[in-house]
C-alpha cells in the first residue's frame, strides 16, 4: 500500500517543513498545492522532495480536489501545513502500509489535537477532533468552501495516534483567519438564500459561547478556553451580520448640501 501525502498551502515558509518532515517516514509522495505563496513556501517543500503545483486559490474544497486528483497513489492523506504526525500515528500508518486494509475499507478517520495559545486543548468541541484524513483517493471528494468535509463511498475505520494542530500563529492571526473564513460563511448563506439573519446573529452567539465554554467543558482549558469560546461566539454573529450586508446593502444617505 503506498500513500500520497496532500497538503495545500499559502505562505507557509514558517511550519510547511516540519509538516512534511513528520511524514516523510509513511509518505511515498508528498504533494504540496501552493496557491501563490510570496514567500518561500514552494522553494522549501521543493528542497524537502516534495511535488509543488501553483493552482489559483477558489476555496478550501476546490484547493482540497485539486490536490486530492493530483496524487499519484491510490491512499491520500490529507495534512495541513500546520498539522503533524504522532509518532503513535506514524507508527499505526506503517503497519497499514504492511497490512493494507480490506477493500471494503474507504476511509480512516484520525484523531486531531490542538495546540493554542501555549497549551494543549482537551474540550471546547476541539477534542477530540476526529477528522477523517486517510481515504482512497477514487472514492472521495471535499465539499464545502471553508470547514470543508469529505465525502466517501464506503466504510470508514479509526486509526490510533493523533494529527498535532499547531493553529493561529497567536490570537491576531485567529481574529484574521475567523474574518476570512466568516466572510465565505456568509457568502454560502446568501447563496442558500437563509432567513432570519439579523435574528440569528442576536441569539446564536451567546448560545455558541455557552456550548463551547460551558456544556463542552472548555471552562477547563483555562485562559484559551475561554478566549476559543468568546470568539466562536464572535464568529457566530459575524457570518450573519456579514450575509445580512451582503444581502441588503445600505445607500447612502442623501449628502446634505446645506451643511447642516
Known sequence: MKISVAVIAFNEADRIADALKSCRAIADECLVVDSGSTDQTAAIARNLGARV??????DYGSQKNIARRLCRHDWVLNLDADERISPELERALLNLKRNPPAAHISGFQIRRKTAYLGRWIGHGGWYPDRKLRLFRRDHAVWVGRVHERLELKGEVDTLPGHILHYTYRDLADHVSRVNRYSTLQAEDLVEK??????????????????????????????????VIALISAWSTGLKYLKARSLRR????????????
Open 193 to 226: 438564500r437563509k432567513r432570519f439573519l439579523l435574528l440569528n446573529a442576536f441569539l446564536r452567539p451567546p448560545l455558541t459561547f455557552m456550548r463551547c465554554y460551558l456544556w463542552r467543558g472548555g471552562v477547563r482549558d483555562g485562559f484559551p478556553g475561554l
Open 249 to 260: 446593502p445600505s445607500p447612502p444617505p442623501p449628502w446634505d448640501t446645506t451643511g447642516h
Open 53 to 58: 503545483i501553483q493552482h489559483p486559490f477558489q
